[in-house]
Structure formats: structure tokens, C-alpha cells
């Protein structure tokens, strides 16, 4: 196999791509800090030209919310320069309910105003016969809540989910997310609702266009959501090693999830990509070249993270040519994983 997933850029990513759709929690921030290299990469971008929006799944902030604590961060940002997966399932209800419908939200504060912008009536329960339910995450959704819904779902009313995610990092670890409770809904209606949020290419559309954007990067660092949405969206994805995913998971990624870059974190935006090159046996990122024997990935020379891109475009191209990647040995990739 001599074709990889993973893109070269020979210019910094800042000059190659007009707009940047940019992950929260994991790339720009962990908890309640702001990973050390965001804001100032973030500040060069714009310089440079770059557009900037930020766009999470989280459903439950308004964006002036998100807007202020992306600020107090060091990363100036307006409320139009978010957007929320409460929006983007504002946004998806026009697909299935007339304007004007009457919706009945189990959410928090977020959803309620996203869902009142976009012309709909918020309604309290499922006696008010909705024509449609909205879901989306709040910690204070409870069994009385998932009730109602499952009232409103069961009488007919259309069903639609601000994102799936399955858990959601806290501090404390992962918890269950906005996924884990729409199991409950689904698994007592036998409805799946329609989903707004990633890994579903609406919110990537939905940022670009309110950009103007004509060649966007989508930014993040779960594969499962932000890459595998970026390639739903058919816009390349750059994954920064900051958050959820590691290098690991990166080089074991099925082809839907896969970035087409990656950097340790958002400075690479300032950098150029070494495109990876195939010799016949081996794959060449710059300085660091990786080949796969009887299913063990190795690697040899490189920066740390020239390593994470020559032993993915390795890995990829074997999987894809039907080896199996042996995860019990994987090589030392530099960076942690």
C-alpha cells in the first residue's frame, strides 16, 4: 500500500487553511486551565489571517457563556465565534418540524434559549403534546425529565439529540454524556433521535458557512467526534495531543476517524506538515521514517512527533492493506501515549 490518509502542508497550517473550527475542552483548555500553547498559537492564527470558531458539543452553555470563559482565558472571543451543538440541533429541528413548532427540551439553559432564537415554543411537558423533543446534556437532567420525554417520543413527537457522545471528561474522569442518557429515552421508546452534533457533519457545515470559510480545518482531539466528524463533513482534521486521544490511539484509528494532521498541540498551526513518502518498504515524515513486520509497527530517527506521523502513516497503510497492527508491542513514539 503506498497512500496515507495523513496530508502534508508545505506552508504553516495558518496560511494554508482560511478559517480553523476549533474543539474546546482537551484542545483549548483541560478543566479549568488553558493549555499553556493555546492561547498565544490561537493570537498568531488570527494575525496571520486565520478565522477562529469555536465549536463544542457541549449543549448546556450559551454561547456568551462559553464566549466569557474562553476570555478569561487569554482568548479573546465573541459570542458569534461559538457555536454550540444546542444551536447547530436548533438548527436540525427545521428538517422535521414546521417553524413555529411547539418543542419540549430536556436541557439546560443553553438548549432553552438556542431552541426560543430559532422561532420554536418551549413547551413543559409532554401533556402539551410537542411536536418534537430536544435532548441535550445538563447535569441537573433527571429521571423525571427523561420521563417526559419519553411521554412526548412515544405519542409521536420527532426526536432529536444535540450530540451522542457516550461520556464527557470531568475532573474528576469520564462521565456519562449527552449519549448515555438518550439510551434511556431510546431504549424504553425504541426510538434513535437525529443527532446535531459530532461526529454528524451539521455543526462543521453550520461553522464554515457562518464563516464564509472556503478551505476550514477542523481542530480537535477525539477521534470519535472531532476527527471522524471532520471527515463526515469532508473537511481535513487536525488532531492535537492534548486531550482525550493519545498517540496510540491515533495509530490504531479506523480509516473514518482518521486526522489528516497531526501536532502535540495548537503551535503547530504555525508549522508546515512533512508530507509521508513511501521508499517500497518504508514511510519517511521528515526526519523520522517507520515500516510494519509481521504486524509490529517500528520506528527509527525523528522528533517525537515526526515519529506519531511516520508510525500512523505506517500503520494505516498496512491496516488498510488487510495486516492486523499488534498493539501488545508498539514502539516508543516519543510523545506520550
Sequence with gaps: MTTSMLLGCDSPLFEAFDAALVDLDGVTYRGPHAIASAPPALADARAHGMKIIYVTNNASREP???????????????????????????????????????VLIVGGAGLHTAVRDAGYTVVASAADKPDAVVQGFAPEVGWKDLAQATYAVKAGAAYVASNLDLTLPTEHGMAPGNGSLVGVVTTATGVTPFSAGKPQPTMFHLAAQRLGAR??????????????????????????????????????????????????????????????????????VGDAQSWVAD???????????????????????????????????????????
Design 64 to 102: 456568551e457563556t462559553v464566549a466569557q470563559h474562553l476570555s478569561q482565558l487569554d482568548i479573546p472571543t465573541t459570542a458569534d465565534e461559538v457555536l454550540t451543538a444546542a444551536q447547530a440541533a436548533a438548527a436540525l429541528l427545521s428538517d422535521h418540524v414546521p417553524p413555529g413548532a411547539t
Design 215 to 284: 478551505r476550514p480545518l477542523a481542530i480537535g482531539d477525539r477521534l470519535d467526534t472531532d476527527l471522524q466528524g471532520a471527515r463526515s463533513a469532508g473537511y481535513p482534521g487536525l488532531m492535537v495531543l492534548t486531550g482525550v486521544n493519545n498517540a496510540r490511539d491515533a495509530l490504531l484509528a479506523p480509516p473514518h476517524q482518521r486526522p489528516s494532521f497531526i501536532g502535540e498541540d495548537l503551535a503547530c498551526l504555525a508549522e508546515s506538515h512533512p508530507t509521508p513518502v513511501f521508499d517500497g518498504s518504508r514511510w519517511h
Design 295 to 337: 504486524g509490529q509497527v517500528d520506528i527509527a530517527g525523528g522528533t517525537p512527533i515526526n515519529r506519531v506521523r511516520a508510525a500512523c502513516a505506517a500503520a494505516w497503510a498496512a491496516a488498510d492493506a488487510g495486516q492486523t497492527i499488534g498493539v501488545e508491542r508498539l514502539p516508543d513514539l516519543g510523545v506520550a501515549s
